[in-house]
C-alpha cells in the first residue's frame, strides 16, 4: 500500500530554515510526481510546491517562490522541501502528497519568535 511519511517540521525562529523529508514506499517513486502542500489553522490546505517525476520540472506558489526548494532523491524514495528565510504566516501542517489522493499524516511547522 501507498505510504508517505513526513518528518522534520519543528519549531523556528522568523528567518530560519527547515527541511522537511517525505519518505514515499508501496510504489515506484520515480514514476510519479510529487508535491507538498500545507494547511493552517482555520485555513483551506494550499498547494506549496510540486515536482515532476525526474525532477526536472519544478514549480512552486508565489508565496514561497525563491525561500523553498523542493527535490526528489529517487534512489532513496524521498521528496524534499528546503525552507529559508520563514514567516510567521509559514506556519502550518506540510503535507506531502501522490496523485491519486495519497497524503502523509502531515508534519508541524511553527515559526515563531
Known amino acids: 500500500q501507498v505510504q508517505l511519511v513526513e518528518s522534520g517540521g519543528g519549531l523556528v525562529q522568523p528567518g530560519g530554515s527547515l527541511r522537511l523529508s517525505c519518505v514515499a514506499s508501496?510504489?515506484?517513486?520515480?514514476?510519479?510526481?510529487m508535491s507538498w502542500y500545507r494547511q493552517a489553522p482555520g485555513k483551506e490546505r494550499e498547494l506549496v510546491a510540486a515536482?515532476?517525476?525526474?525532477?526536472?520540472?519544478?514549480n512552486y506558489a508565489d508565496f514561497v517562490k525563491g525561500r523553498f526548494t523542493i527535490s526528489r532523491d529517487n534512489v532513496k524514495n524521498t521528496v524534499y522541501l528546503r525552507m529559508n528565510s520563514l514567516k510567521p504566516e509559514d506556519t502550518a501542517v506540510y503535507y506531502c502528497k501522490r496523485s491519486g489522493e495519497y497524503w502523509g499524516q502531515g508534519t508541524q511547522v511553527t515559526v515563531s519568535s
Open positions: 508501496g510504489f515506484t517513486f520515480s514514476s510519479y510526481p
Open positions: 515536482i515532476s517525476s525526474t525532477g526536472r520540472d519544478t
